[in-house]
């Protein structure tokens, strides 16, 4: 939940006599321009004269762009409007993304005398959040403790939500805001003609401006749920499936009780990913390291549970061409574009197989043999490391992944399961080896699990600086300080995607 400060009655409104002036801050299809046209016909239909313009950017998401809208009444003499806004002249900010608010900050569009800021609690990452290797987000504290003191007044909730909720865009959602917050001299109603005038998506429009209406004059968020229980490991099919899948819950329910959740989620990961009895694999895999009666080892368990079943269901062909078929990834794309009932979704996969993924895909001692001749590579990248594009809405094509996708029966043969399964051993039998004399460095040296992700190039830079790592590590375990080295190594490589940070961290640790 959402919370931010009633409107108090007493602050002051822009005067009716002068110019208003009103800059959006929107990125690219959340319908900026629209609430700009709204905005227009709003002043323009209660008397006002009013100009609307916009500078487009790109500002590392969509594209970024600054609407500027200046009102004020018309009388003897014709006013004259700015084509921008300026620092310290703005009435009211509106950002259709919490980091937008930032940036309008940043530019001084936001001053404490006179502002008031209207923003979106929800993020759109930016291109250098979601290229980094591990969580890049960035903290938008600091944005909404920086908005409440820049701002004279800070509107804050989550409209986008509500915006979904409605079946409309967070246009509308803002739009209500703005209504609510007072700042204009205009009523709801002339609000609602302004929507109307668009002629187009106007019910769902005027359902998400009165939600974003009312949050607004609550001051609280509306849509906020309670917390969901987490899902029970339930499971359908065969008599002969559920005992032996009953069979292992058990097993995970003898887990220490902390790690008891992850380790359910875990079992039904890769029994999902492959079988029953690989489901036996993780449970025996995860048992050197159910240790109770710590902190340490709590925390160890339900690391390990986390990082081996995600280790073990490996992003392969065979399981992409099954997410790819699931008819709950077609539903979900369908909600999200919001198509109708009318509607016809049509679906294009991009495929780009690396002679890696080919001979993965062949039975374990001929894929070693072709994996060993680099002429053989390259001739079999020849052949297929091309761009393809398949339409998984046509029946050949689907036919084709779903019969990929049917090959859970094969992995065990592959080459790719013979090269995971190595690697897995591995790295568990380094971690085990610490388990009981330190369970930190335990931990850490299973938590680089995380390192590795993706499949294709993404995968193997992550191998690289999971090696690299893990290599480093060996080099300090026996220091009292390992558990930390082997921390700082492991957040390194996270920072960047070609490595750099972990190569710095490598070269401060060899200092030593």
């Known amino acids: 939940m959402t919370v931010q400060q009633p409107i108090p009655a007493e602050v002051a409104k822009p005067s009716p006599d002068g110019v208003i002036k009103v800059a959006i801050m929107a990125v690219g299809g959340q319908g900026g321009g629209v609430l700009t046209r709204w905005i227009e016909a709003l002043a323009r239909a209660q008397g006002y004269a009013c100009q609307a313009t916009s500078v487009a950017g790109v500002a590392q998401r969509t594209g970024a762009t600054i609407y500027y809208v200046e009102m004020a009444r018309t009388g003897s003499a014709q006013p004259v409007f700015a084509l921008a806004p300026s620092s310290g002249d703005v009435d009211i900010l509106i950002a259709s993304e919490l980091m937008e608010a930032g940036r309008a900050i940043a530019r001084g569009f936001v001053t404490p005398d006179r502002t008031t800021l209207i923003a979106s609690s929800h993020r759109n990452l930016a291109i250098s959040e979601k290229c980094a290797p591990g969580d890049g987000t960035a903290d938008a504290t600091e944005v909404r403790a920086a908005a409440e003191v820049a701002a004279a007044r800070f509107i804050c909730f ?16 803002l739009f209500g805001a703005l209504a609510a917050s007072g700042c204009l001299p205009f009523d709801k109603g002339a609000f609602e003609d302004a929507i109307r005038s668009g002629k187009r998506g106007v019910e769902s429009s005027l359902r998400a401006f009165d939600a974003g209406f009312h949050a607004c004059l609550k001051g609280v968020q509306a849509s906020s749920e309670p917390e969901r229980p987490p899902s029970s490991p339930g499971a359908s099919g065969p008599v002969r499936l559920l005992d032996r899948w009953e069979s292992l819950t058990r097993r995970a329910a003898d887990l220490p009780e902390p790690a008891r959740p992850i380790a359910f989620a875990g079992l039904r990961k890769v029994v999902d990913f492959m079988d029953a009895d690989y489901g036996e694999e993780y449970l025996d895999r995860l048992a050197p390291f159910a240790i109770s009666g710590s902190l340490g080892g709590n925390e160890l368990t339900k690391v390990a549970a986390k990082y081996i079943a995600n280790a073990m269901a490996y992003d392969d062909v065979i399981r992409v061409a099954d997410l790819k078929t699931r008819a709950a990834r077609n539903g979900r794309i369908a909600a999200e574009i919001a198509t109708g009932p009318q509607q016809i979704l049509h679906l294009t996969e991009y495929m780009h197989p690396r002679a890696e993924e080919i001979v993965g895909l062949l039975p374990a001692r001929m894929g070693a043999r072709f994996a060993a001749s680099p002429r053989a590579m390259a001739r079999i990248d020849r052949w297929f490391a091309k761009g393809r594009r398949l339409r998984s809405d046509r029946l050949g094509p689907f036919l084709l992944l779903y019969a990929l996708g049917g090959l859970k029966w094969y992995r065990r043969r592959t080459r790719r399961h013979a090269v995971e399964q190595a690697h897995l051993d591995g790295w568990l039998s380094r971690a085990a080896r610490f388990a009981d004399a330190d369970p930190a460095l335990a931990t850490e040296i299973l938590c680089c699990g995380r390192l590795i992700k993706g499949y294709s190039e993404t995968y193997a830079r992550g191998l690289s600086k999971f ?40 070269r401060a640790i060899e200092a030593l």
Not at 158 to 173: F, N, P, Q, R
Not at 491 to 506: K, P
């Open 158 to 173: 989550d409209m986008e939500e509500l915006a979904v909720e409605s079946g409309s865009v967070i246009s509308a959602t």
């Open 467 to 506: 090696d690299k790592v893990l290599g480093m590590v060996d080099r300090v375990a026996d220091r009292t300080d390992a558990a930390s080295c082997a921390r700082r190594l492991r957040e390194a490589a996270l920072l960047d995607e070609e490595g750099e940070a972990l190569n710095d961290a490598v």
